[in-house]
């Protein structure tokens, strides 16, 4: 029996690695996770760079005077919303 060359011995490792799991449910389990991951990722950093809010939806990084109703007013060129 001739020795295998090297590049065979790799090609033959890696046909094994490509084939192995072909089992449909493994298949679309691996599919799910990864949809499912790149998915949520964006969402979980769009919520982790949500504001803290009180509890109308009002941003508390800005303070303003409490005068006890809504209004709006604004600050530099944006005009907001000011809750209680």
Request: aromatic fraction near 6%; charged fraction near 20%.
């Amino acid at each position: 029996m001739k020795p295998v060359p090297a590049h065979q011995k790799l090609a033959q490792a890696n046909t094994f690695t490509r084939t192995k799991n072909r089992d449909p449910r493994t298949i679309m389990k691996r599919a799910l996770t990864l949809l499912t991951a790149l998915l949520l990722a964006p969402l979980a950093a769009m919520h982790a760079a949500e504001p803290a809010t009180d509890r109308f939806g009002g941003a508390l990084s800005i303070q303003r005077e409490a005068i006890g109703h809504f209004r709006v007013e604004q600050i530099k060129d944006h005009w907001m919303f000011i809750t209680l």
